[in-house]
């Protein structure tokens, strides 16, 4: 892969730049609530994936071509409205969420460990948190947000254990922007909640 620059020591190459600015893009995009989010994302994945790859983190490859799926259905999904009003998971929804991920985490690092993957159990963790993640966020759920700040905690540490120091730096920037995009979704949540038509009685 071709080094474009170096960065405290650490070669940064064409595709883990480009990646990093798209991603930033996409998360930007989502965060205001427009469909425009998901082709960046798509083109994001595809660059991430190619460079995951020759890292031998085998489950963020893989991360990558959920990511792409997701981004088809999101912009679907969304339509040209985009976010309309983001909605919150019931109480039952969300520990069947945390409990699937759990589950699906135990299940994946030991397969990882099988077929001889670097840093098990971190990189399986990234794929199922962020599996949920994405899901949450083409469902317009709120939770996609705080979901995606223990993904984006673990990546950081992850991905800064493999060596990967420019895109460690650049998950500690999603941390922030999840933060802000649970602020912006929650916002506009209690816009469309004070929108919304009261029923009539009698």
């Known amino acids: 892969m071709a080094v474009l620059f170096t960065f405290w020591g ?85 520990s069947g969420v945390a409990l699937g991920v759990l589950i699906l985490w135990a299940v994946t690092a030991p397969l990882l460990q099988a077929i001889g993957g670097a840093a098990t159990w971190g990189d399986a963790f990234m794929l199922v948190g962020s599996l949920a993640a994405q899901l ?19 990546g950081a540490v992850l991905y800064a254990s493999q060596g990967l120091y420019f895109t460690s730096l650049f998950y500690v920037v999603l941390i922030l922007m999840a933060v802000s995009g649970w602020r912006a979704w929650s916002a506009r949540a209690s816009i469309g909640q004070s929108a919304a038509p009261v029923p009539a009685h009698g």
């Open 10 to 94: 650490y070669p940064v190459t064409v595709i883990e730049l480009c990646a990093v600015i798209m991603s930033v893009l996409a998360i930007g995009l989502g965060i205001r609530g427009t469909r425009w989010t998901w082709p960046l994302y798509f083109l994001a994945s595809l660059l991430y994936g190619w460079l995951f790859l020759g890292f031998t983190l085998y489950a963020s490859a893989t991360m990558q071509l959920i990511f792409m799926a997701a981004a088809i259905w999101g912009w679907f999904s969304w339509g040209r409205e985009g976010v309309r009003a983001p909605s919150r998971l019931s109480a039952a929804a969300r």
């Open 136 to 154: 949450l966020m083409v469902l317009q759920k709120k939770e996609t947000w705080p979901t995606w700040m223990a993904v984006n905690t673990v």
